[in-house]
């Protein structure tokens, strides 16, 4: 690894400036870097360009390269911060991660446009209407506030009824039982997990919400009150629209080729 690893941003900054001016130039010497790099490090920088000039660099090429480091630094940075750990279960001395229900309810109140919930369960009930209250009273305020959850509508086993039948079942409880609101999100399901044949059985087992297409949160958790609350889950939010907008697609792709249908009743 070179020394230069070791500068911070502004340091790396610094000394291009100091090559590109010509304030820095051959022989280099640890002297000369006063005031530019840090003590520490003076000795090996001032090798590392001695050598750096030995094969042919120049103040300018360095200069360029060292700009381009600096670049490189603030990138990596910025995509460190963009990324977050979200963790329900007992809290770790010195954790930096951040608790599911609370990013959960900060995603639903700072949406604008879209939301997009997948879930393999969720609770009903009380705590259902809880876990999803600050998003129906969003839906119901704002009109142009676009919800779309995929949900598990699953077969029980032994249960023989024809798909029309469980999925009223599911429409009814989902309004009676999960969804507090005027407005009704649209709910997609697959039919897959409706399947008498085993063999032929699928679920939709992904957990993740989508947000405006900016902010992508993918999580083991289930919309429960016990992953939101209890469980020890794992997860992270990710601040990057090109994330996001993958995510809504992989879904928005599956309804569009028939993969995953629409719920009726909802």
Same mark, same amino acid.
């Not at 249960?159 to 039948?165: L, R, Y």
């Given at each position: 690894?070179?020394?230069?690893?070791?500068?911070?941003? @502004?340091?790396?900054?610094?000394?291009?400036?100091?090559?590109?001016?010509?304030?820095? #130039?051959? %022989?280099?010497?640890?002297? !000369?870097?006063?005031?530019?790099? @840090?003590?520490?490090?003076?000795?090996? /920088?001032?090798?590392?360009?001695?050598?750096? !000039?030995?094969?042919?660099? #120049?103040?300018?090429?360095?200069? +360029?390269?060292?700009?381009?480091?600096?670049?490189?630094?603030?990138?990596?940075?910025?995509?460190?911060? !963009?990324?977050?750990?979200?963790?329900?279960?007992?809290?770790?001395?010195?954790? =930096?991660?951040?608790?599911?229900?609370?990013?959960?309810?900060?995603?639903?109140?700072?949406?604008?446009?879209?939301?997009?919930?997948?879930?393999?369960? /969720?609770?009903?009930?009380?705590?259902?209407?809880?876990?999803?209250?600050?998003?129906?009273?969003?839906?119901?305020?704002? @009109?142009?506030?676009?919800?779309?959850?995929?949900?598990?509508?699953?077969?029980?086993?032994?249960?023989?009824? %024809?798909?029309?039948?469980?999925?009223?079942?599911?429409?009814?409880?989902?309004?009676?039982?999960?969804?507090?609101?005027?407005?009704?999100?649209?709910?997609? +399901?697959? %039919?897959?997990?409706? =399947?008498?044949?085993?063999?032929?059985?699928?679920?939709?087992?992904?957990?993740?919400?989508?947000?405006?297409?900016?902010?992508?949160?993918?999580?083991?958790?289930?919309?429960?009150?016990?992953?939101?609350?209890?469980?020890?889950?794992?997860?992270?939010?990710? #601040?990057?629209?090109?994330?996001?907008?993958?995510?809504?697609?992989?879904?928005?792709?599956?309804?569009?080729?028939?993969?995953?249908?629409?719920? %009726?009743? /909802?």
């Amino acid at each position: 690894m070179s020394v230069f690893h070791n500068l911070s941003r @502004p340091t790396l900054i610094s000394l291009a400036d100091a090559l590109s001016q010509g304030r820095l #130039t051959i %022989p280099y010497y640890a002297a !000369s870097l006063t005031g530019i790099v @840090p003590v520490v490090w003076r000795q090996e /920088i001032a090798s590392e360009l001695q050598s750096m !000039s030995q094969m042919g660099f #120049t103040n300018t090429h360095i200069a +360029y390269t060292l700009r381009l480091l600096a670049q490189e630094r603030a990138l990596s940075q910025s995509t460190r911060d !963009s990324i977050e750990l979200v963790w329900t279960g007992e809290e770790v001395v010195g954790s =930096e991660s951040r608790d599911t229900s609370v990013v959960v309810r900060e995603l639903f109140v700072r949406a604008k446009s879209s939301v997009l919930i997948s879930s393999f369960a /969720i609770d009903k009930g009380a705590k259902a209407r809880e876990l999803f209250q600050v998003l129906a009273q969003r839906m119901d305020a704002d @009109p142009k506030l676009n919800v779309r959850m995929f949900l598990n509508i699953k077969r029980n086993y032994g249960d023989k009824q %024809p798909e029309s039948a469980i999925l009223r079942e599911f429409a009814t409880s989902f309004r009676r039982e999960v969804w507090s609101g005027q407005r009704l999100p649209e709910v997609f +399901y697959d %039919p897959r997990a409706l =399947e008498i044949d085993t063999g032929a059985k699928a679920c939709l087992h992904a957990k993740c919400v989508v947000v405006d297409e900016e902010r992508l949160f993918v999580t083991s958790a289930n919309f429960t009150e016990a992953a939101h609350e209890r469980n020890i889950e794992a997860g992270v939010l990710i #601040t990057d629209s090109v994330a996001a907008k993958a995510m809504r697609s992989q879904f928005e792709t599956l309804v569009a080729r028939g993969v995953l249908k629409k719920a %009726p009743g /909802i």
